[in-house]
């Protein structure tokens, strides 16, 4: 992993692909651990952490993790997701948040040396191709070893530097869990990717 302690970086950290990501892996995220893992080995100078928030309710079962994350070093960018009724009346949550992700990479490049991405969406090629033209280094981490791979090729093969989630994350372990099995009782939600799920499964619900 080539981080340098000099260089001016920035986090963009993908709610709902890093919660699916460590899940498929069988960890879950410490972001206290994760900002001072990422802060001990180069300048962070800005975290950004990304979630579309169901606010149908009146209590949000993200807001724990939210309310921490704006008050612990992490700069908060939300917005509404839309609830729908798939053809097969199937309730699910549509909450993308590229646009968001995108357009901070561009209006930060000029400012920072490196750009971490929390992301495996192969969409962000384009973006990080942009970030790269403007001279700044942009890494992507997720993972080649979780089942399916959650790194589009296309975009691991674009970014200067991929990090393998895989052997990083027990440097930013929470508690360790089962990958790829199914929980008989839901854990409270902390990320947004718990709103993806089907109803049986879903605490929103």
Same mark, same amino acid.
């Given at each position: &992993? ?11 950290? +993908? ?12 960890? +879950? ?10 802060? #001990? ?13 169901? %606010? ?13 994350? /704006? ?26 948040? %590229?646009?968001?992700?995108? $357009?901070?990479? &561009?209006? &930060?490049?000029?400012?920072? +040396?490196?750009?971490?991405?929390? /992301?495996?969406?192969? +969409?962000?090629?384009? $973006? ?9 280094? $942009?890494?992507?981490?997720? /993972? &080649? ?47 947004? #990717? ?6 049986? %499964?879903?605490?929103?619900?």
């Amino acid at each position: &992993m080539n981080l340098k302690k000099d260089e001016k970086t920035c986090l963009f950290i +993908d709610g709902s692909s890093l919660y699916s990501t460590s899940r498929s892996l069988g960890f +879950d995220v410490d972001y206290k651990k994760l900002l001072e893992f990422f802060a #001990a080995k180069t300048h962070v100078i800005r975290a950004y952490y990304y979630a579309a928030i169901l %606010d149908t309710e009146d209590y949000s079962p993200l807001k724990p993790l939210t309310d921490w994350l /704006s008050y612990n070093g992490y700069f908060l960018v939300t917005k509404p997701a839309r609830e729908f009724t798939d053809s097969t009346g199937k309730r699910r949550v549509k909450g993308n948040m %590229d646009i968001e992700i995108a $357009v901070d990479m &561009m209006e &930060m490049a000029p400012h920072i +040396d490196h750009a971490i991405l929390f /992301s495996g969406d192969s +969409d962000f090629r384009r $973006v990080v191709e942009a970030v790269q033209r403007q001279g700044t280094r $942009v890494s992507v981490a997720s /993972s &080649m070893r979780s089942s399916p791979p959650l790194i589009g090729d296309d975009l691991r093969r674009q970014a200067d530097q991929f990090l393998e989630l895989a052997s990083l994350g027990a440097n930013f372990t929470r508690r360790q869990t089962e990958p790829n099995r199914p929980r008989t009782n839901p854990a409270p939600v902390r990320h947004p #990717a718990d709103q993806m799920s089907e109803p049986e %499964d879903d605490p929103l619900s």
